[in-house]
């Protein structure tokens, strides 16, 4: 079976590292996904799920904010703010977060204030959404 290195890190530290068969990620405009002997890339991802698979033909869940995709020599390194098990998602949390993102959009911003708070929320969303789908 065809792999590639694989290796996810947040600030709070490295969320995976191992060999992966497969990565979606989220994008812009969709999703995408690369595998063993990708062609070599840099990209930007989005605030969503990232999933890969491992050898063992497991698949791996992740609620991440945006970053930085690079693959290189059939590795890849994602580079995000922040990485989340779906299981580890702290639902009140992050219903506390949409909201208080939801307060500051309802007041008068400057456009950099106004970006961080759609980014809050786009996380927040992200995190609930990611618990609702993924754990039961």
Not at 13 to 39: K, N, R, S
Not at 63 to 85: F, Q
Not at 104 to 130: P, T, W
């Amino acid at each position: 079976m065809n792999t590639f290195d694989l290796k996810i890190v947040a600030c709070n530290g490295i969320f995976y590292e191992g060999p992966a068969t497969i990565l979606v990620f989220p994008m812009e405009d969709g999703e995408m996904a690369i595998q063993a002997h990708h062609e070599q890339m840099m990209t930007m991802t989005s605030i969503g799920t990232v999933r890969f698979k491992t050898p063992d033909n497991t698949t791996h869940i992740g609620i991440v904010s945006d970053g930085i995709l690079t693959v290189k020599k059939n590795r890849a390194d994602l580079i995000v703010y922040s990485a989340e098990k779906p299981e580890d998602i702290d639902e009140f949390r992050a219903q506390a977060a949409a909201e208080r993102a939801r307060e500051q959009l309802s007041h008068k911003q400057s456009r950099i204030e106004y970006n961080i708070s759609m980014a809050s929320l786009a996380r927040a969303m992200a995190r609930l959404s990611g618990k609702d789908k993924y754990v039961r």
